[in-house]
């Protein structure tokens, strides 16, 4: 049964930074994406990065670009997200997700996702 558990979410303050984790299992195949979204009370639920595993291609959202980075580490099944220079509209629950194929940062593309990790960016 495939399974996504996040981890790492937690209170930071404006300009800090944090790691989450998406530890994948339950599946073998290697030509797969990973995506991380984030959801803010009261808006739609939005993409973030997602990295394709098998080439390592990454997508970024412009509002994340050049302060998060995503990678992977194939031999654990585990992909990262290092989270740089946190701001206050980053505060959200972050979710992890996984679809058959290439990267595309669209939600309604995944089909398996974790349980979600909160990110809260305050002083």
């Known amino acids: 049964q495939l399974q996504l558990v996040e981890s790492g979410g937690g209170l930071v303050q404006p300009g800090g930074s944090l790691r989450l984790s998406c530890a994948a299992s339950?599946?073998?195949?290697?030509?797969?994406?990973i995506g991380w979204f984030r959801q803010a009370p009261g808006k739609e639920r939005e993409g973030v990065s997602c990295?394709?595993?098998?080439?390592?291609?990454?997508y970024y959202a412009d509002s994340v670009k050049d302060r998060f980075t995503i990678s992977r580490d194939n031999a654990k099944n585990i992909v990262y997200l290092q989270m740089n220079s946190l701001k206050p509209e980053d505060t959200a629950v972050y979710y992890c997700?996984?679809?058959?194929?290439?990267?595309?940062?669209?939600?309604?593309?995944?089909?398996?996702w974790g349980q979600g990790t909160q990110v809260t960016v305050s002083s």
């Open positions: 997700a996984q679809r058959w194929g290439p990267c595309i940062p669209e939600v309604q593309r995944y089909d398996y």
């Open positions: 339950g599946f073998t195949l290697d030509y797969y994406a």
């Open positions: 990295i394709s595993v098998s080439d390592g291609s990454t």
